[in-house]
């Protein structure tokens, strides 16, 4: 069975920075995908960010594009997301997803999902 568990959430005044973890257990993801989303309340679930294989290619939203720094660390099958110069509107829930074939944006291309972990940039 397939677990993702984020960390790493928290509060922080804009500007500053946070490192997201997400740790995979059941499956050791070295095809696919792992990436992060996001969720604002009333808002849909947004891509943020992914690390594709075999060639460790990330890909981000326009939104976050020089601020958040997708990475990978093979040895602990987690992915991390550095989000840096935060700004209120990155507040939202995080989740990590996953998904042993390809790639993409949407949501419905991944088939395994973390819980998330809040975020929350003050003013």
């Known amino acids: 069975q397939v677990q993702l568990v984020e960390s790493g959430g928290g509060l922080v005044q804009a500007g500053g920075s946070l490192r997201l973890a997400c740790a995979a257990s059941?499956?050791?993801?070295?095809?696919?995908?792992m990436g992060w989303f996001r969720q604002a309340p009333g808002k849909e679930r947004e891509f943020v960010a992914t690390?594709?294989?075999?060639?460790?290619?990330?890909y981000y939203a326009d939104v976050v594009k020089g601020r958040f720094t997708i990475s990978r660390d093979n040895a602990k099958n987690t992915v991390y997301l550095q989000m840096n110069s935060l700004k209120p509107e990155d507040t939202a829930v995080y989740y990590c997803?996953?998904?042993?074939?390809?790639?993409?944006?949407?949501?419905?291309?991944?088939?395994?999902w973390g819980q998330g972990t809040q975020v929350t940039v003050s003013s």
């Open positions: 997803a996953a998904t042993g074939q390809g790639w993409g944006r949407r949501v419905e291309s991944y088939g395994y």
């Open positions: 059941g499956r050791t993801f070295s095809s696919g995908a």
């Open positions: 690390f594709a294989w075999p060639f460790g290619t990330t």
